[in-house]
């Protein structure tokens, strides 16, 4: 057998590798131990399940010089390298000083199943220098690594090679190949690589499938699966786990789980958290929960797949008890659920379900990673606490681009655009350069607060400064705060200025800016390309529906309505929510099922009366039926705003503060009601509607009247 170096040199490194764990424990068990006997030693060496069990192995085998021996040398680096043990791996394969390639292949592959990508990559690098020739169980790991970096060039590189050494046809290569292509977004050359292979096997077709799901071509991934089932190849777990994220309809999710049944893969746990998965994507949140309660032994991503499910599915109060019941059964959750959760407290918009998250992440392990970080930021913007908000955002050990835009995008939404720009340039000033994320947030923030000097200031920058060349959005947000302000001439002309065709976006901002100032002319040139291109989206024709009741034009308003009903567009039904002690309420317009609507309606009677002495008059432009006046105010004393805020009045204690949640814009008249409703009561109430926050006190709103 080939001898690595001598026995002296040898020793010297192996006890050198051992001393440290000898010195902690004064004697290492193993080097009283018998020596290993050569049949015996590879058996040995992967029995060892513990970094302290394969030392002492290791440490028999110094004494009876078995680590002189080339095949067991390279089982034992083997076997440090799948332990987790990578610099133990390394150092001895750093004093063997081998060329043999075997071994060369088996430190590539523990860097790359270590997450030591880089590091793989660099020694196959050191392998070509040396001249020591890359066979097929070198190029899998190395395109492993390159896939995991997205390094497209080095990948490119490495199938040169894989060409220039005779292994273009070798299978396993092959599917490495179209897993590393995948992974750098460059599916089109995986399929090339697919069809180019002489032959496949069940995991060139998942590989290939896998690819086309990772890169949103759902349709071609499922296209190729039935075509893989019509050359009689049998999927196996991982076949189907590629193929179930491009099913979009529930009959594509009722065939695969017929698929999943006849080749008796619905019992494996992975499939079945998949599955859960599926139908939930599908719109079949009850089918997901029956998969759910099904699973006997829950696992970690049983509960979360099914707390993320209802996430998607817009049921945030059953995601949050799911996770109450997931803590009842003592499992810890992860970093995956805890963005889950927060999501759902996000749709809910509720401070003190915030509160008892941020509690959670605090006493977790990930109280410091910067994405649940920036979440809870979020979260706590998207609650109305800023101070909670930049607590956090200052005590954050590091920050990123998400972080820096999310909290300005939140002093944006609630109408600090001043401080929205001093934490802009404080960003600016530090090494963090802003993107086109950035510059949406700051443009939307000046929009908000009719900053329309500091807004042109921040769009010309763009590429003079950071080389960020704006997008739709970007001139959206232009349109926007041009619209806002009453400069309709200059909108329309920016609009007709620009270097793209305007989009959906652009239209919209303009067509909402015509609904503050009343410019039926520009709405209806907006609404023409909105119909174009935005035909499905109910709140265009309901905007310019309202354009036209509120001048008086209810003729045309009526054939607004008609064409919905002939388009077979709905609108959105507008409604309300508050937390109340510990519990979420849903009012809508009318609302008569809450348990104290006797006791709503007749505070609510009251205190209209309160503010109508206090100089309230109804606006009843916001009534889009033709009826009679007294009718007209009648149902505006019903939105869903104002039964919310009575409610909330009712259950709290004085002088707290009312949240509340609408799911679209605030109604304009129960945007001034609540001005005086927060004059005659002393409370403070906080509006969080579908585009910003309204923070209403002492008979003011924050918004100063400009949203």
């Known amino acids: 057998m080939h001898r690595l170096t001598t026995r002296r040199r040898s020793l010297h490194y192996h006890t050198h590798l051992l001393s440290d764990s000898a010195k902690d424990q004064n004697h290492l068990i193993s080097l009283r131990l018998r020596p ?15 970094i302290k069990t394969l ?13 002189l021996n080339l095949f067991f040398f390279t089982n034992l680096v083997s076997q440090y390298a799948s332990l987790g043990s ?14 043999d390639a075997f071994l060369w292949n088996v430190m590539i592959r523990g860097l790359a199943e270590n997450g030591r990508h880089d590091h793989s ?12 020739k890359p066979d097929n169980f070198t190029f ?12 497209i060039e080095y990948g490119e590189k490495i199938h040169r090679d894989v060409v220039e050494f005779g292994y273009e046809s070798n299978i396993f290569v092959g599917n490495c190949l179209i897993t590393m292509y995948g992974r750098c977004g460059r599916f089109d050359i ?20 896998g690819t086309y799901a990772q890169n949103s071509c759902y349709e071609e991934g499922l296209l190729l699966f039935f075509q893989m089932l019509d050359e009689r190849i049998r999927p196996n777990r991982v076949t189907i786990l590629n193929v179930i994220p491009c099913v979009c309809r529930e009959s594509e999710a009722d065939e695969i789980f017929r698929i999943v049944v006849n080749n008796e893969l619905n019992f494996d746990q992975s499939v079945q958290n998949a599955a859960m998965r599926m139908y939930s994507k599908c719109g079949r949140i009850d089918i997901a929960r029956r998969f759910f309660d099904g699973i006997l032994d829950k696992d970690l991503v049983s509960w979360s797949s099914m707390i993320e499910a209802y996430v998607q599915a817009d049921l945030p109060i059953e995601a949050l008890e799911l996770f109450k019941q997931m803590n009842l059964k003592e499992f810890q959750p992860d970093f995956v659920t805890l963005l889950s959760v927060v999501r759902a407290c996000l749709n809910l918009a509720s401070l003190r379900q915030a509160r008892i998250i941020h509690g959670f992440v605090t006493r977790s392990f990930f109280k410091h990673e910067i994405a649940l970080e920036t979440a809870i930021i979020d979260l706590y913007v998207k609650c109305g606490s800023l101070e909670y908000a930049r607590e956090i955002f200052d005590r954050m050990q590091e920050r990123n681009l998400v972080s820096w835009s999310t909290m300005i995008s939140g002093y944006g939404v609630h109408g600090h655009g001043i401080e929205a720009l001093d934490l802009f340039d404080d960003m600016k000033k530090g090494s963090t350069k802003p993107d086109h994320i950035t510059f949406v947030s700051i443009l939307s923030a000046c929009s908000h607060a009719g900053l329309i000097a500091e807004g042109w200031r921040c769009f010309n920058s763009m590429i003079r400064d950071f080389e960020v060349r704006p997008r739709s959005e970007h001139y959206a947000c232009m349109v926007d705060l041009l619209g806002r302000a009453g400069q309709m001439k200059e909108a329309r002309e920016f609009i007709e200025s620009m270097p793209i ?7 919209g901002a303009l067509l909402g800016a015509c609904r503050i100032h009343l410019n039926v002319e520009l709405a209806e040139l907006a609404a023409k390309s909105l119909f174009e291109l935005d035909a499905e989206n109910p709140g265009r024709y309901v905007l310019l529906s309202n354009i036209y009741t509120s001048l008086g034009r209810r003729e045309e308003a009526d054939q607004i309505r008609a ?19 510990n519990k979420v309420y849903k009012f809508v317009v009318g609302d008569r099922w809450n348990p104290q609507t006797d006791a709503i309606y007749a505070e609510l009677e009251r205190l209209m009366e309160r503010i109508r002495e206090e100089g309230y008059m109804p606006d009843t432009n916001f009534v889009l039926h033709d009826v009679e006046e007294e009718t007209k105010e009648k149902m505006l004393y019903v939105h869903s705003e104002k039964l919310a805020i009575v409610f909330g009045l009712l259950n709290s204690v004085p002088e707290s503060v009312i949240r509340i949640k609408k799911n679209l814009r605030v109604c304009g008249d129960c945007h001034t009601a609540t001005k005086f409703i927060s004059k005659v009561t002393g409370r403070e109430i906080i509006v969080r509607d579908a585009h910003r926050f309204h923070h209403f006190k002492g008979g003011a709103c924050s918004c100063g009247d400009y949203w």
């Open 36 to 50: 290993i006997k050569p049949e015996t030693c590879v058996s040995l060496i992967k029995q060892c399940g513990t």
């Open 55 to 67: 030392k002492s192995v290791h440490a028999s085998m110094i004494r009876s010089h078995l680590h």
């Open 86 to 99: 990578v610099s133990h791996a390394y150092t001895l394969f750093s004093a063997s000083q081998s060329s």
């Open 121 to 132: 990559i660099l020694l196959y690098r050191q392998m070509q220098e040396m001249g020591i």
């Open 140 to 151: 899998p790991f190395v395109l492993k690594a390159c896939g995991h970096l997205r390094d």
């Open 190 to 209: 995986s399929r090339q690589v697919f069809d180019g292979m002489p032959e496949w096997n069940v995991v060139s077709w998942s590989s290939m499938i």
């Open 501 to 507: 065709k305007p989009d959906a976006g652009v239209w």
């Open 563 to 581: 064409l919905m009903k002939r388009k077979g567009v709905k609108k959105i039904a507008g409604h309300t929510i508050i937390e109340v002690k």
